[in-house]
């Protein structure tokens, strides 16, 4: 059974950048039959999809947070990683990494997400 | 981009019911939805994939319809572990887009 756990900082001041890490245990992130997605919902709001990373680098990102997001891996580690920059009030959510079939199906393991606060 | 409309928002069943949530597509997604279970503070849990088909491990009490734009999650004979927020995702086109949630109550 795959288990993804999200850390990293709970409180990012505007105007910074938001890092956080999935730590991928069960499962590799090296393996090719998978994406490595992040996914956040704001409090109050829905679900919305950040973006994906595949073993080899390639990535795919949610045209509305595009230009503010990268997405990396790291396969020494069993890792994967968001970064998101120049963050506002709006960008305060719970994250949540996911693993999806690469034959794009859908999540099937999501981790418990973090609560990630923007405020000074 | 596809927008889902999940309703209802919130819904409380006594055990023994029969619920059924809702999820209508803005576009056509063939049979590309999700549902899944998430309790408060655990990670979500994929109960049905593809429309229809249940996720092996997962009670058969659970069920999922619909093919384009109409689909809905039914729950059989509700149990008090079955209280939790239900939501769909549509994997049918880019960005991916999930319905606004239903929180289900169990008296």
């Known amino acids: 059974q795959v288990q993804l756990q999200e850390s990293g900082p709970g409180l990012v001041k505007p105007s910074e950048t938001l890092s956080l890490t999935c730590t991928v245990s069960?499962?590799?992130?090296?393996?090719?039959?998978?994406?490595w997605s992040w996914i956040r919902q704001p409090p109050g709001k829905g679900l919305e999809w950040i973006g994906y990373?595949?073993?080899?680098?390639?990535?795919n990102y949610n045209p509305s947070l595009k230009s503010r997001v990268t997405i990396s891996v790291d396969t020494s580690k069993n890792q994967f990683s968001l970064k998101l920059s120049s963050v506002t009030a709006a960008d305060t959510a719970v994250y949540y990494c996911?693993?999806?079939?690469?034959?794009?199906?859908?999540?099937?393991?999501w981790g418990q997400g973090t609560l990630v606060t923007v405020s000074s | 981009e596809t927008t889902l409309t999940q309703s209802p928002a919130f819904m409380s069943a006594t055990p023994g019911d029969k619920v059924n949530i809702s999820c209508k597509a803005s576009?056509?997604?063939?049979?590309?939805m999700n549902w899944y279970q998430q309790k408060p503070g655990e990670a979500a849990i994929f109960i049905i994939q593809?429309?229809?088909t249940l996720v092996p491990g997962i009670p058969p009490r659970f069920s999922g319809s619909g093919y384009g734009t109409d689909f809905t999650l039914t729950i059989n004979n509700i149990e008090s572990e079955d209280a939790a927020y239900y939501f769909c995702l549509q994997h049918d086109n880019f960005p991916y887009s999930f319905g606004q949630g239903t929180k289900l109550e169990i008296k």
């Open positions: 996911a693993q999806e079939s690469k034959y794009g199906s859908g999540f099937n393991y």
């Open positions: 069960g499962g590799s992130v090296s393996s090719g039959s998978y994406y």
């Open positions: 576009q056509d997604i063939d049979d590309d």
């Open positions: 593809e429309a229809t």
């Open positions: 990373i595949y073993y080899s680098g390639s990535t």
